[in-house]
């Protein structure tokens, strides 16, 4: 299986062909999560429980506790991740006080430990 190529924030992703470019494996997950935890809720209006919202919690003072719960919570509800083992979030907070996201977990379409960092 596969989708057409979204890097989230910007146009779809054309191929050297010129056509719509195609992202298949674990790149499939690791697109739809970004897309899930970037949107904000509330955002498809058919679908309200969609999106973490992370970028809008930029400033805020969310703990890790506070972004691994939404963050689990939306993880959840995407098909392409594997409930079992649980995936496993860390915060880093870089040396300009910046903070990463480093998320592991088990893709449920090709069995691979995947690791993403927002």
């Not at 989708?3 to 989230?8: A, E, G, N, Q, V």
Request: net charge negative; aromatic share 6%; glycine share 8%.
């Amino acid at each position: 299986m596969s989708d057409i190529s979204h890097t989230f924030g910007y146009d779809l992703d054309i191929s050297d062909t010129g056509d719509l470019a195609i992202v298949s494996g674990s790149n499939i997950g690791k697109q739809r999560i970004t897309r899930r935890l970037c949107t904000n809720p509330g955002d498809y209006i058919f679908w309200t429980d969609y999106g973490a919202g992370l970028p809008q919690r930029i400033g805020n003072t969310d703990t890790l506790s506070d972004l691994t719960s939404v963050i689990l919570e939306q993880m959840k509800m995407e098909a392409s991740i594997s409930q079992s083992p649980t995936p496993s979030i860390k915060m880093y907070t870089l040396t300009d006080g910046t903070k990463k996201i480093s998320i592991q977990y088990s893709d449920s379409n090709t069995d691979e430990t995947t690791l993403m960092e927002i």
